[in-house]
């Protein structure tokens, strides 16, 4: 249960939609990673969280059917050409959803928290907002913040679709129009997102 809700209420989406141009154009998504793509790590551990799970890519879309099937994953690709980055991915979903709410979480991220959908839910109903969205906090009390992990109301896609086609990008610029609350978590392993395959490669190792 998150709070008051049931998971049956969120959609949780994994994003693998952008160019992967820091892994020299890859899809980042299907890289393996002990085994598995790194994409279905990141499936693992949302679907508890979530009533229904939705892939966004452009490319490989057979592949990520094919690893989704198992959680009941349907892949949904950007209505914008080019790769505009996160937020076409979360549009393309929030249309998508037929839930209360969406849950984000990026394809690079294999250790995402098992309660990350619980925790944002919860800071949502307290501030009676419309996005949460996380940040970690490390030993010297430094604040990161990670706005592609969040959970929103679908209601807010008219104004994101209009955020777009105006031709703005960022994310947390976008959360700065609506009431949007950050949730600090103190685990930073579960919100380590793999930039490179050397990144990939030392993991592994490790």
Aim: hydrophobic letters at 45%; proline letters at 5%.
């Amino acid at each position: 249960m998150l709070n008051t809700h049931s998971s049956s209420d969120v959609t949780a989406l994994v994003l693998a939609g952008g160019r992967g141009s820091r892994m020299g154009g890859i899809d980042k998504g299907m890289q393996p990673f002990r085994g598995e793509p790194l994409a279905q790590h990141v499936m693992r551990r949302l679907a508890p969280q979530a009533g229904t799970l939705l892939i966004s890519a452009n490319r490989s879309i057979e592949d990520y059917e094919r690893i989704g099937a198992p959680f009941g994953a349907r892949v949904v690709a950007d209505t914008r050409a080019d790769y505009p980055g996160p937020l076409a991915g979360i549009a393309a979903a929030l249309r998508a959803a037929d839930t209360e709410w969406v849950l984000t979480a990026p394809c690079d991220a294999p250790f995402v928290d098992e309660h990350l959908g619980a925790a944002l839910m919860h800071a949502l109903d307290t501030n009676r907002a419309d996005i949460a969205y996380a940040a970690t906090v490390d030993a010297s009390g430094e604040v990161m913040a990670h706005p592609v992990f969040a959970l929103l109301r679908p209601s807010l896609a008219d104004d994101l679709d209009a955020w777009l086609d105006a031709g703005e990008r960022k994310v947390r610029a976008w959360y700065a129009r609506h009431k949007a609350v950050e949730v600090q978590f103190h685990d930073e392993r579960a919100f380590y997102n793999i930039n490179d395959l050397q990144q990939l490669a030392e993991l592994e190792r490790r």
